[in-house]
DNA sequence: TGTTTTATTTCGGCGTCCAAAAAAATGTTG
DNA sequence: CAACATTTTTTTGGACGCCGAAATAAAACA
């Protein structure tokens, strides 16, 4: 509600409703767009057109399936996103890892690599040109000219400040502050953004159950390390300096386990693998293992012993769910989120963490503000992160860019006229 | 983002820009308006000349001092709220009292009351009716028909359902879910907002310094108890069930203190004024005093020792600047705002509690996410809920009413051209 | 009194919406 | 199989609200 009103606004805010409900639904006719929308079928016409010659959208052939094939009448003709209007491209930074996908503007993914490539020792000033590399070098191998790439989203773990385009800290780097966003403008000339990965899973929520996420929402990943999206009003929130829901470095005990950030007490300490493992091997609380991730054999080494009924693991998990529930139950204070959305490899322990964590929130929080709370445990899909940056990539493409329309219009008005 | 654009949402937007500037700024001419909506010249003589119609906005009188009087050029006829646009009545109940204010369309109060009324015994079938006749007798006292009363604001403490209008559960109330928007609407047939006094302070600093306070910011009230207002963009957050920020009843510490909402460790139950009070005294931690407030004289005896240096008064507030350090790191890993504002009489005794409080938020978040952190302490103004109240109200008549615009004006165009 | 300056209003054009009518494309039926 | 029914889509004409430019208004200055 800060800006001004005109017909400009009017053709973007109506664009880009055409252009969420065909992102949400998948291909509509016309009538169908109208009904999504509130727009009447004169204003669809006129609105799909345009996007048809803008070249992002287009008629379904009709090879697709018609849904209600006997009917009277004018048969529908499906509008669905050109794939072809734009190219854009996911990247994960994990540790000494990176992930790239290449997906067309319906989202689907048709390209993708993973390689290595070393983070944790990595400089400040020289990182972004090297992800510039990976980049170059893979749309290269694509055959695909950086052009084509409309837009970059990089999610990464740890803070991430999207104003700025930078990791601001991260577990899989040493040094603080690495620039992304603007030296690869500089080397590909393509916009990015660089946000939690966390955050990425929220908008692949959003993406997949619009109506139950879509309001206001709380999804934790439970793993390496603990992480969070806040979907507010349904959107994702990002705060006023581009970092935000750090839920996993939230306070859980002043002065407790130490923590991968160098405080003590964070939930993280207690909820992530290197959590876990740590108290179920009775280490001491203030001492970090290895930065390296805990090797998968030993968690699962750790579900079995627990599955077996040893008093270690299940205390360590006892211990992870009692700080996942106080953190939900001071959130909850806070926010009174309609849904909270348990994801991640650490949900595979979840039953025995939950009842911990469910007491936790029932001894944290009153009644009233937690009625109306559903708690979903979503199974683990390891590549929501990509998915969720691709979503929130097109997405911002379609705000942003689609909903505009092209700047030249006018030129060409006036050439015709000429 | 969810509604369709049409000419009708760009009249409202612009007219509600234009009503915004007013409030904000107070009284401007034409050409200011102009640099402060961004619309055109020409468009704010159209607008402006219908809400001046409409009976929304008036020509200031000459009488206004001319600010830059010595000026060549046409002089600038200023434009001012009409206050007889509409009136606003505030409501703000505490334990066993009433207060209402009656305030005009500019929102300045010409009319008040404060009287007893019972609550803590009261009924939730029979409350409403209750307040619905004190309102009904102060209007009478007043002279004002309830016709000329547009809206009622009410704020009290504890949770409170702003969707459904009703008080969910209240330290001034031994029930619970007491309806009070639907008794209201029934017999006086005014709308009504139910909403949380720290909200209200909240709305209250908006009005005051929308600069400052516009982005994301966390108002904390310290006194009886502890109350918060939350800005998330602009906006007083409410929460998908209307209600929200209960920082209050966040729990600090698991199987603290007794809290008066029944839980253990509750951040109020250390840092309010009976909480303070209940540790100075070392009293044990799970009695509750009595339900009536602390006396005034026993808080300025306590801060009188404190001023001696007495041992027991000054760890008293010790505690209560950790709970609440504590509460506030964890709100602001997860939201990270911009300002965090102490308000209320708890904040007499800030000297004795802010080390401890920024102490704590050091321990318990991470620098990066407290690098553009201010914390404001405001001077105690106990007005500031009515004030607040009777902002929210005309803010939100500007927004679903005055925006509009009349319903008749179809009407008195078609009887024009008959 | 005429000139300059600044504020406001008027006028004509533009973009987008919508309702209603027309056109298109198909199924149904005698 | 031609006329009718039904549904979708496009076309047409009118409304609304914005804007730029020109006109008008109201003062100070000279």
Same mark, same amino acid.
């Given at each position: 509600m800060r800006e001004k009103a005109d017909s400009d606004l009017v053709r973007r805010q109506n664009r880009r409703l055409v252009l969420d409900a065909l992102r949400q639904q998948g291909p509509l006719a016309r009538?169908?767009?109208?009904?999504?929308?509130?727009?009447?079928?004169?204003?669809?016409?006129?609105?799909?057109?345009?996007?048809?010659?803008d070249g992002i959208l287009e008629e379904a052939g009709g090879e697709q399936a018609p849904v209600v094939p006997m009917r009277r009448g004018r048969p529908l003709t499906q509008l669905d996103l050109n794939p072809q209007s734009a190219h854009v491209l996911a990247v994960k930074i994990s540790i000494d890892g990176i992930e790239l996908?290449?997906?067309?503007?319906?989202?689907?993914?048709?390209? %993708?690599?993973? @390689?290595?490539?070393?983070?944790?020792?990595?400089?400040p000033q020289s990182f972004g040109a090297m992800v510039a590399g990976e980049i170059a070098a893979f749309l290269a191998h694509a055959q695909i000219p950086p052009g084509r790439i409309a837009?970059?989203?990089? @999610?990464?773990?740890?803070? @991430?400040?999207?104003?700025?385009?930078?990791?601001?800290?991260?577990?899989?780097?040493?040094? %603080?502050?690495?620039?992304?966003?603007?030296?690869?403008?500089?080397?590909?000339?393509?916009?990015?953004?660089v946000a939690n990965d966390a955050n990425m899973i929220a908008e692949?929520?959003?993406?997949?159950? %619009?109506?139950?996420?879509?309001?206001?929402a709380a999804m934790a990943f439970i793993g390496y390390g603990v992480g969070m999206g806040l979907v507010i009003n349904g959107q994702v929130y990002h705060g006023p300096t581009g970092a935000a829901a750090e839920f996993g470095h939230m306070?859980?005990?002043?002065?407790?386990?130490?923590?991968?950030?160098?405080?003590?007490?964070?939930?993280?300490?207690?909820?992530?693998?290197?959590?876990?493992?740590?108290?179920?091997?009775?280490n001491p609380d203030?001492?970090?293992?290895?930065?390296?991730?805990?090797?998968?054999?030993?968690?699962?080494?750790?579900?079995?012993?627990? %599955?077996?009924?040893?008093?270690?693991?299940?205390?360590?998990?006892?211990?992870?769910?009692?700080?996942?529930?106080?953190?939900?139950?001071?959130?909850?204070?806070l926010l009174s989120p309609s849904h909270i959305v348990l994801v991640g490899p650490g949900t595979r322990a979840m039953e025995f963490i939950e009842p911990h964590l469910r007491a936790a929130i029932e001894a944290g929080v009153v009644d009233e503000l937690r009625r109306n709370l559903e708690i979903d445990i979503v199974?683990?899909?390891?590549?929501?992160?990509?998915?969720?940056?691709?979503?929130?990539?097109?997405?911002?493409l379609d705000?942003?860019?689609?909903?505009?329309?092209?700047?030249?219009?006018?030129?060409?008005?006036m050439e015709e006229s000429a």
């Open positions: 009538v169908e767009l109208g009904r999504h929308t509130g727009l009447s079928p004169a204003s669809i016409t006129s609105i799909s057109s345009q996007l048809i010659a996908a290449l997906a067309d503007g319906r989202g689907a993914i048709f390209q %993708r690599l993973t @390689a290595k490539i070393a983070t944790y020792e990595a400089q837009r970059i989203g990089i @999610a990464v773990q740890g803070v @991430a400040d999207s104003r700025a385009g930078t990791i601001v800290w991260s577990p899989a780097f040493r040094h %603080r502050n690495i620039a992304l966003q603007e030296p690869l403008r500089r080397a590909l000339g393509i916009p990015c953004t692949g929520l959003i993406g997949l159950d %619009r109506t139950r996420y879509g309001g206001t306070n859980h005990q002043p002065g407790g386990a130490l923590c991968r950030c160098g405080r003590r007490g964070c939930i993280e300490a207690y909820a992530a693998d290197y959590g876990i493992m740590r108290r179920a091997k009775q203030d001492i970090l293992m290895t930065h390296s991730a805990v090797p998968q054999e030993d968690l699962l080494e750790l579900e079995a012993a627990a %599955r077996r009924g040893e008093a270690r693991a299940l205390e360590a998990y006892a211990k992870a769910g009692e700080a996942l529930g106080y953190g939900f139950a001071r959130l909850i204070a199974p683990i899909d390891t590549d929501m992160i990509i998915k969720g940056t691709i979503d929130g990539a097109l997405r911002h705000r942003e860019v689609f909903a505009h329309g092209p700047a030249a219009k006018r030129q060409l008005v």
